[in-house]
């Protein structure tokens, strides 16, 4: 079984471009998180997807974010316009519909590392 | 407010040595988990152990254990007999009602195992 993917593995642009993220969850993972590391510091939440819908956009650091999850498969984080202070490794993760509380685990796909000149 | 403190930056030791990665959390509610992830070089968060606030027995597999202790909000992960292959960044991580089951993260820690 196809764990959590995500394309591309390493996107480097300048600042003021835009930029698209991808996420292909398990399939029929119903939560759909997205997670940022930024400069070595922790990891911390952006947002939450219970299929095609937001369930928590608390994380989302300004509005030149915008994640969507089209017909609650895949999901696409844009970041548009970029600044340098969005370079950082972006995660995503799935976990079925139960939860990291009803099923212990949260699957993380291996981060869309983002450069920012 | 939820907190995960990892103090540790980075640790160093040589093959086959004991090491031991401190985690200290903070929160307000009575019902939380615990987590610890791996993070190899490959870059992929792997999952490693979940504890729940209920459960304070020490758990091990094969050369990792965990020691949670609640009275210190301690979740400490010991690694015996380190091998080459162990060399990763290590993230605790918290989520309860008072997150709003967001997972709260660590800043991690890095270790390096020398051969």
């Known amino acids: 079984e196809a764990g959590v993917t995500q394309f591309p593995s390493h996107s480097v642009i300048e600042k003021g471009q835009t930029v698209t993220l991808r996420c292909d969850p398990i399939?029929?993972?119903?939560?759909l998180y997205w997670y940022r590391r930024v400069m070595g510091k922790e990891i911390k939440f952006l947002l939450h997807?219970?299929?095609?819908?937001?369930?928590?956009e608390s994380g989302m650091p300004n509005n030149r974010f915008l994640a969507e999850r089209t017909g609650g498969t895949y999901s696409t984080l844009k970041v548009q316009p970029a600044e340098l202070e969005d370079s950082g490794v972006y995660f995503c993760?799935?976990?079925?519909?139960?939860?990291?509380?009803?099923?212990?685990?949260?699957?993380f796909g291996e981060g869309s590392r983002l450069t920012v000149l | 407010a939820q907190k995960v403190t990892q103090a540790q930056t980075e640790i160093s030791v040589v093959e086959k040595e004991d090491v031991t990665l401190d985690c200290v959390y903070e929160?307000?509610?009575?019902?939380?988990?615990l987590f610890w992830y791996k993070q190899p070089p490959s870059g992929e968060l792997v999952f490693l152990i979940r504890?729940?606030?209920?459960?304070?027995q020490n758990e091990i597999s094969g050369r990792y254990s965990w020691n949670f202790q609640k009275s210190t909000s301690s979740f400490n992960f010991t690694i015996t007999a380190s091998q080459v292959v162990d060399s990763a960044v290590y993230f605790c991580?918290?989520?309860?009602?008072?997150?709003?089951?967001?997972?709260?993260f660590g800043s991690g820690t890095r270790l390096l195992v020398r051969p």
């Open positions: 929160t307000r509610d009575t019902t939380y988990y």
């Open positions: 993760a799935s976990s079925p519909l139960a939860g990291v509380v009803g099923t212990g685990e949260l699957f």
């Open positions: 504890r729940n606030s209920f459960d304070e």
């Open positions: 399939s029929g993972h119903d939560n």
């Open positions: 991580a918290l989520i309860s009602t008072d997150s709003s089951y967001k997972l709260i």
């Open positions: 997807f219970v299929k095609e819908s937001k369930q928590d």
